[in-house]
């Protein structure tokens, strides 16, 4: 079988009206990487905590580095052999942040968050998205294309979590094939004011230009230039806090 490499980066930073307000950057992002006998495992996730939720900022990190060991250890049984990947996934998300509010000791929805996630194992790859943000493929002929779009609640304003009680259907699972696909890339709310057109729903071409910076710099180096053009130039453009996670296939 065929074997590629993929490189990850990622960063979040505050955004202007929780610096005025003192409060922490509620967005959270994680990459993951694991070798296997079986084939090595990559994994980007993202998430943006409710802002209405005092410690959402706890569930946003916790829940995007959870998901990616959960999906990196149960990889072939969510992909091929579970008839609802969707339902032992959301099962999954859950359980583990009950156990978190129980020994915080605080509520279940003060934990409250968006998850958008990507994991890739030979040549397979399982993605994952509840409430808002967008997930973004870069297909091996260079077209971008939107593998998920956001999804908001009964108002614009608002959204899923992981949370949500009562909406099952919230976390929407795609399973596919990387053969054609060389780059993904996940963005909140708040990178996603810069980086999609809601109107068009299409994503602009500078993320074609983002995802390709792994191509010819380290993993650190493009998680640094991440950061600085999310301080820089997207975090000017909104109040809410922003972040971005890449993947790109390295031959």
């Not at 999310?230 to 790109?248: F, N």
Request: proline share 2%; hydrophobic share 35%.
């Amino acid at each position: 079988m065929k074997k590629d490499n993929w490189k990850s980066a990622f960063a979040y930073v505050t955004g202007k009206s929780h610096i005025k307000k003192g409060i922490p950057c509620q967005d959270r992002a994680f990459a993951f990487q694991k070798r296997h006998s079986s084939g090595a495992f990559y994994g980007v996730a993202l998430a943006d905590g409710a802002g209405s939720c005092l410690y959402s900022h706890i569930g946003a990190k916790f829940i995007t580095e959870n998901i990616l060991k959960f999906i990196n250890s149960k990889f072939s049984y969510l992909f091929s052999k579970v008839k609802n990947p969707q339902k032992a996934i959301l099962s999954h998300i859950k359980k583990e942040l009950k156990n978190l509010a129980k020994t915080k000791n605080i509520p279940l929805k003060e934990l409250s968050s968006t998850l958008l996630f990507v994991g890739i194992k030979n040549q397979k790859i399982i993605a994952g998205h509840i409430g808002d943000g967008v997930i973004g493929i870069l297909k091996r002929d260079g077209n971008l294309q939107i593998l998920s779009f956001p999804e908001n609640g009964e108002f614009s304003n608002s959204t899923y979590f992981t949370t949500t009680e009562n909406y099952p259907n919230r976390l929407r699972i795609y399973k596919m094939d990387a053969e054609k696909i060389s780059g993904f890339i996940l963005l909140s709310d708040g990178s996603a004011e810069s980086l999609y057109d809601k109107r068009n729903k299409v994503l602009a071409p500078a993320n074609k230009t983002i995802i390709n910076w792994l191509q010819k710099a380290s993993e650190e180096e493009v998680a640094k230039a991440l950061n600085d053009n999310l301080q820089k130039i997207i975090s000017q453009k909104t109040i809410d806090d922003c972040s971005i996670a890449i993947m790109r296939k390295i031959k």
